[in-house]
Each structure stands twice: as C-alpha cells, then as structure tokens.
C-alpha cells in the first residue's frame, strides 16, 4: 500500500546491524532458545520475547503486587506493575539514546520483577528461612517464565533478569541488562520518594541537599538528569555506567531512603505481619498439598517447593484473602 513499508524479521536484523552500536546486542546473533522454534515472518527473537511477556499470567499479576507502601490509601501509589512500566520506559530512553537493542532492553525490563512474592522485598524475608540459602525474586523470575509458566524465552533475556538487581553475581552478560539494572534504581529511587511525600512519610524539606541540587527540583528532571548521566558516561566509557559523581548522590538518595522509608520504625508492624501471613500460607501448603493447584507449580515437586510456588506467585490481596480463610477461618463469620 501506497505510504506504507513492509518490513520483515530479515528486513529489521538488517537494520539493527545497520543502525545500532557495534556493542548492541544482535537479534539475529542470540544463542537461541532451549527449544528451537521457527522464525517468525515479521518479528525479531526479542521482540518475541517481548510480546510473550506481556501475556503471561505472572506479568498480569504485578498491578495486584505492592511496590513499598501496603494497601496505601489513594489510587495514585506505584504497584509493581506501574515501576514495571515505568523502568521499561526508562530503560528503553537510554537503550536509544546509546543505539542499543530497545526490543531486549524492553524484554527484560518488563520481565525483571515477574518473580517477586507478595509484599514485595518483605517476601524475600519472608520465604529465605524457609529454604537453603537465599530466596531471590531475581531467580524466581527465571523461574516462572522458565518452568512454572514456560515461555521458552531468549537466553539474554533470561540473564537479564537474573541479573538486574545489583546484588546478584556474576553482572548481566549483555549492555542491554546492564541498563535494566540502572532504569530499575532510577525509576524506584524515583517514585518511591513521590509516594513518600503523598503518604506523609517525608516532607519535601527532608530530602538529601545533594539530591536536589544536583538532580533537580522534580522527579520529571531527576528522571532526565540520571537517564543523560547514563547516557553521556556510557558514551565516553565504551560501557554502561553512570558519572561517578551522580551515582555517589544516587546511592547517598538511597541510603536515606531505607534509613526514612524502607526500614522506618512505624513499617515494622506492617513488615511482620506481612512475613506472618506468607510463612503461615508456606506451611498451610505444606500440609495440605494437594491444595496446591497444579499449574502453579511442577508435578514432582517437593511439598515444600509446591507451596513456594504458589505462595511466591500471590498477588498481595489474594495471600490476605487466602489467610483469613485458611488459617483464621473465624475472622470471616
């Protein structure tokens, strides 16, 4: 048709060899999938990934997942699957900017927090005693898209995931992970003061001096500030970073934000009752598990691992609602 391209998955690999930079992650250059699949006539591999990502049941899950305040009042506080979007937008400005691959940069941004339990991070203290180690939404994201609803995704995807948050080790294999791991700071550290202020957690006056003199006045311009930092550093570097001085502030910001928000004394309360109800459902589960419905987890799991799976796969509302029918059954009469 007059005024339109057709553009296939070979005309577009084309394309990214043409236009992206030599350090950008190639579609047509992937691994490959654990089940090898025939292309597909339009789309790259990442943008396959994308696409799939976005359907799955784990990824509908995260507008019911809390991102810090539990059950705020209001209707404008930050969900899982709001930083979700906002890190995908983040992390695709920056892919751009430096003419990286936007479509795997998307794929695991939108991906990256498919695996966190109910009660976001308080789930992760709430489940580690349960098991051997440390119980990490990071791994439990490969997890669930990997075998508890398998998508078959790229590997550079999936190490992406693995790997977007800054404790976990070895780093992100590809630059395009390497940006999911900052989009992700950038965008909680972001928001995350926003809803403090909405809540009455702070008061604007409370905020670090060099956050505000160095970011700006509002989040739009800390968003910009970080995002042109990434960009301009990584430029000069040859490698995904940010200037040294504005990630100091950064992790100054975020050091004050777990002293005044995360960790906050008047929390505690809210965080162990949180903890209080997922234990309680894990060990509901495993004794009774054959209550465990078989599409949340494996067929040859362990009763322990069953309940896991499904406990970890809870939206918040959904574990509050299980608990009082499950485990103080009298609250409901």
């Known amino acids: 048709m007059e005024g339109l391209l057709r553009r ?53 899950r995260l507008k019911h997942k809390t991102q810090v305040f539990l059950h705020p009042d209001g209707d404008h506080f930050v969900t899982r699957m709001t930083h979700t979007i906002q890190v995908n937008q983040v992390g695709r400005a920056m892919a751009s900017g430096l003419g990286l691959n936007e479509d795997l940069t998307e794929a695991i941004c939108l991906a990256h927090d498919v695996g966190h339990s109910a009660f976001g991070h308080t789930g992760e203290d709430a489940l580690s005693p349960l098991i051997e180690g440390e119980w990490l939404h990071s791994v439990h994201g490969v997890r669930t898209l990997s075998i508890l609803e398998p998508q078959n995704l790229t590997p550079e995807v999936l190490d992406g995931i693995r790997a977007h948050s800054w404790k976990i080790d070895p780093p992100p294999s590809t630059p395009e992970g390497w940006l999911c791991r900052y989009a992700d700071r950038i965008a909680y550290l972001t928001h995350d003061v926003a809803d403090a202020l909405r809540g009455n957690v702070l008061e604007y006056h409370d905020l670090p001096v060099r956050t505000l003199t160095t970011f700006g006045a509002t989040a739009r311009e800390w968003i910009g500030t970080m995002v042109n930092s990434v960009i301009e550093t990584s430029y000069e570097t040859g490698q995904v970073q940010m200037d040294p001085y504005h990630l100091e502030v950064m992790d100054e910001l975020r050091d004050f934000m777990f002293e005044r928000v995360y960790l906050r004394p008047e929390a505690e309360s809210q965080k162990n009752r949180a903890i209080q109800i997922i234990q309680d459902l894990v060990g509901y589960f495993v004794a009774n598990t054959a209550e465990v419905p078989d599409s949340a987890t494996v067929p040859d799991a362990d009763p322990l691992t069953r309940a896991i799976d499904y406990v970890a796969g809870m939206t918040d509302r959904f574990a509050m609602t299980a608990h009082r029918r499950l485990i103080h059954p009298t609250l409901l009469d």
């Open 8 to 60: 296939d998955r070979s005309e577009r690999e084309r394309l990214e060899h043409e236009l992206l930079a030599p350090q950008a992650t190639k579609a047509d250059q992937s691994v490959g999938r654990l089940e090898p699949e025939e292309p597909d006539e339009f789309r790259t591999e990442f943008e396959r990934d994308r696409d799939r990502i976005v359907h799955t049941k784990a990824f509908r």
